[in-house]
């Protein structure tokens, strides 16, 4: 079962900076629910709003360090030490137009029902992000495409590419982009 036109869609976005797999995710599916906010860079610049002063992750050195006043240039080339789901998911929220009838979902209990939120996002065309996390190597967040009798079809924002992966080999956590439930419109009384 593959979510709706997601690879046509989801191939357009690419990662623009070394640590900027998760904004890159979150990109992607605003730009699939056809949303032109928020973008990596907007997300980033607002992490380095709320989180700067901790720091940053220097990939390449394996080090945390402080960037003083950095453009998002700068930022390109750094990871980010508070830069989860759940900081990441509040700010790509903050960052939507009040008017998308979209929310991103991260849920406190996707340990337990990862596989029925792969499938339900799949079976309903809503976007899910996940992390994938082998062995000895970084973790790295990539986007639901579908999936098949265990095996994850995803769209990988670093290399611009999809990949067949079991689905046990992702870490049980996900970001849902799910629709607003629509408000009734009032009766007319009287």
């Known amino acids: ?6 690879k046509v869609t989801f191939s357009k976005i690419r990662q623009r900076g070394a640590g900027w797999c998760i904004p ?9 629910a056809n949303l032109r906010l928020p973008t990596q860079e907007e997300i980033v ?11 940053y992750i220097d990939p390449a050195k394996k080090c945390l360090c402080t960037l003083a006043n950095p453009t998002i240039e700068d930022l390109k080339n750094y990871a ?3 830069g989860g789901f759940v ?22 209990d996707s340990d337990a029902k990862f596989e029925s939120y792969v499938c339900d996002s799949a079976s309903r065309g809503d976007g899910l992000i996940l992390v994938l996390c082998p062995k ?8 639901l495409v579908g999936q098949d009798k265990g095996i994850l ?3 990988d924002p670093q290399h611009g590419d999809f990949h067949d992966v079991p689905a046990k080999a ?13 408000a009734a419109p009032f009766a007319a009384v009287g």
């Open 24 to 32: 890159a995710c979150f990109e992607s599916l605003a730009r699939y």
């Open 80 to 82: 980010f030490p508070k």
């Open 45 to 55: 610049w607002e992490y380095h709003r709320r989180y700067g002063n901790c720091g």
């Open 136 to 143: 000895d190597e970084h973790c790295h967040a990539l986007v």
């Open 153 to 155: 079809n995803v769209y």
């Open 170 to 182: 992702f870490n049980k956590d996900c970001v849902i982009l799910k629709s607003l439930p629509v």
């Open 1 to 6: 079962m593959e979510v709706p036109n997601a």
């Open 87 to 108: 900081e990441f998911t509040e700010i790509a929220n903050s960052l939507l137009p009040a008017d998308s009838g979209k929310t991103f979902f991260h849920p406190t």
